[in-house]
């Protein structure tokens, strides 16, 4: 049975429809409580995402404004909060520090950050397209393919990257230059420690415990917004009075002036944006393609494991390609006005929900109220400390790790652990783009790997003709007719061992002379499959025996006919499933067994599953 939260797959443009139209006073009190408080979340988070990623301010505070407006507005989740997100903001800065390190090492100053820009506004362009053509082409259920364990492996990567980046700003220490990974960048920062900023670290500490300690008094406070208003008000503070401390006596008021602010690495330049159509360079395009398709997944896994996970307490019905279709517009938007890409956030998006949202007003209010706080007090963010805004990603690259997933992933079964573990460590090793590849393509591996094992089951044909459960004991007496059930995907990967067991029946068991296929079960067949059906029939006639087909379903059937084997095999030999006479299929196909094995009454046979040549005993439905 489909997902019940899971409806069709069509794109609308009116999808917010349902929620304007009977929208009351009472709604929007609740939307509107709820909105304020994850906005009072995504400011803080919106400028760390943008100083993690290596961009200005309002690359994520715009992201957080226009295109979440537009994403909000054309995602079916009613609950979703889109946004910048850590792993998102982790993996293009790996992405845009590569090309920086390589195309312009060495320019400096504004020139350097007008590159990085043009660099963001190509890569948001090409998110976008790829994501729009994937829901206009309904690919969202191929996300299904790739397991949660990648998900789960590459987020606790990402946040392990967040932690050691993070870490140069936290002790004041000046990270290194171009793309390295997380390996080698842990290696620089422990051979460095001693250079470490000791007002840096001060300011650090006491922001991670204010955070870890608000949150513990009570999770509702903002703490984020009260952490970094403090931290900015201490510094002004030692920066323009001398207090008779321990500390300041220890530490020359200069040193305070040494601690970084947003002003020195991160600017809001122009408050209003640049509606602007992105500049593209070709010749960067072969670098930014992979990094591009790496980020359209991640967001797409990121947003549809968020909606979903919501829509399961909700009720709600979601439409993966409309969310998806959602997300590129709003990376596109993203693009035009040189912000960063976006995706569901997790950690606001539950946030609304847990406050009581009812509708995607809640998302439009938060985009708002962020508007608002940017365009009133846009003067006090340059002075926040950047230890500060370091201090808040470390704990948001604790909260993404959900242990519970994690260990779950580890013990279900060996495929999710091994995947689990190849994408960590490829995070740590490779560069981040890279370790999702990996985590993707061994995912889809061990997943054909599974499909294309396909069961094939036979039974015994009891003295009413019908099918009934084998002896164990009785598995290799020899039998005139034998009925095998095939279940599973008949697509190439699964031809060979389809045809190759066949075979293996026909040739262990002589005496039999006809063989009956039950494909009731059997789906995806293609022209592998067919080929295989093909020579499987003229191997059986070359030595005087029969294939007969039965319980096709009408999408095999025209397959069958379209290949042109339904002439070779004779139509005589085929029967279709029939919904209103279930068994008369298997009651046609058994009398034409008869009538070619010349048998004058039905032959004892047993049940059994050949799977790979062996035989398992196995329950018969009714």
């Known amino acids: 049975m489909p997902n019940a ?18 929208y009351s006073w009472v709604l929007f009190r609740q939307d509107a409580i709820a909105a304020l408080s994850v906005a009072l979340l995504t400011i803080p988070q919106a400028m760390a995402y943008a100083l993690l990623a290596g961009l200005p301010l309002t690359a994520g505070l715009f992201a957080s404004i226009y295109s979440s407006i537009i994403a909000a507005l054309f995602c079916s989740s009613r609950h979703l909060i889109v946004g910048p997100s850590n792993a998102i903001a982790i993996l293009v800065q790996s992405g845009t520090a590569d090309i920086l390190y390589t195309y312009f090492r060495d320019v400096t100053g504004v020139e350097r950050e007008v590159a990085s820009l043009q660099i963001l506004t190509q890569l948001a362009l090409l998110i976008g397209i790829m994501q729009i053509l994937a829901a206009g082409f309904k690919l969202g259920r191929l996300t299904q393919f790739v397991s949660h364990s990648v998900i789960v492996g590459y987020i606790a990567g990402t946040a392990i990257a967040m932690v050691v980046n993070q870490l140069f700003t936290f002790i004041g220490i000046e990270n290194m230059p171009g793309d390295h990974s997380i390996y080698e960048k842990f290696v620089y920062f422990a051979t460095h420690l001693k250079q470490g ?12 415990f204010l955070l870890l300690g608000l949150k513990r008094l009570n999770k509702k406070i903002p703490a984020p917004v009260i952490t970094i208003i403090l931290a900015a008000a201490v510094v002004h503070v030692l920066n323009y009075y001398t207090f008779n401390t321990v500390i300041t006596e220890q530490i020359e008021e200069s040193q305070w002036q040494n601690v970084l ?77 040189t912000a960063m890409p976006v995706s569901g956030s997790p950690s606001r998006s539950s946030l609304s929900y847990s406050l009581g949202a009812q509708t995607r007003v809640a998302a439009l209010l938060n985009a708002i109220y962020v508007a608002v706080a940017l365009y009133s007090f846009s003067f006090l963010i340059t002075d926040i400390p950047l230890a500060a805004l370091a201090a808040l990603l470390l704990v948001t690259a604790g909260n993404i790790v959900q242990p519970r997933q994690f260990f779950l992933c580890l013990k279900a079964t060996n ?28 995912s889809i591996t061990l997943y054909l790997k599974k499909a294309a094992i396909p069961q094939l089951v036979e039974y015994e044909i009891d003295d009413d003709g019908e099918l009934c459960n084998l002896d164990y004991a009785r598995v290799h007496e020899h039998k005139t007719i034998r009925v095998i059930k095939v279940e599973g995907e008949l697509f190439f990967g699964a031809a060979d061992i389809f045809q190759t067991t066949l075979k293996t029946i026909a040739e262990d068991d002589t005496s039999t002379r006809v063989i009956i296929l039950q494909l009731k079960n059997a789906r ?14 003229d191997y059986l006639k070359g030595s005087g025996r029969y294939l007969i087909a039965c319980g096709m379903t009408q999408q095999i059937w025209d397959v069958l006919s379209d290949s042109g084997i339904v002439e070779q095999i004779c139509k005589e030999n085929l ?19 008869r009538v070619l094995a010349d048998t004058p009454s039905v032959v004892e046979a047993e049940a059994e599953v050949v799977v790979l040549g062996q035989a398992l005993p196995v329950e018969v439905e009714g």
């Open 197 to 208: 900023h000791l007002p840096t670290v001060i300011i650090g500490l006491g922001s991670l």
């Open 5 to 22: 939260n899971i409806q069709s797959d069509d794109i609308s443009l009116l999808t917010f429809k349902n929620d304007f139209s009977n």
């Open 261 to 337: 602010l947003v002003g020195d690495k991160g600017h809001l330049h122009e408050l209003l944006p640049n509606f602007s159509f992105p500049s593209f360079d070709m010749s960067l395009l072969n670098y930014l393609l992979p990094v591009a398709f790496a980020v359209a997944l991640l967001s797409v896994m990121e947003t549809s494991s968020v909606a979903k996970s919501i829509a399961a307490s909700s009720g709600q019905r979601l439409s993966v390609n409309q969310d998806i279709f959602g997300i590129g517009l709003g990376n596109l938007v993203s693009s035009f006005l």
């Open 415 to 442: 495929s999710d652990a091994f995947v689990l573990w190849a994408t960590l460590l490829s995070c740590v090793f490779l560069s981040l783009d890279t370790a999702l590849y990996i985590g993707v393509v061994l």
């Open 524 to 537: 995806d067949i293609d022209a592998t499959a067919c080929l295989a059906l093909q020579q499987l029939h």
């Open 575 to 593: 029967f279709i499933f029939n919904e209103d006479h279930p068994h008369l299929h298997m009651l046609k196909a058994l009398h034409r067994a």
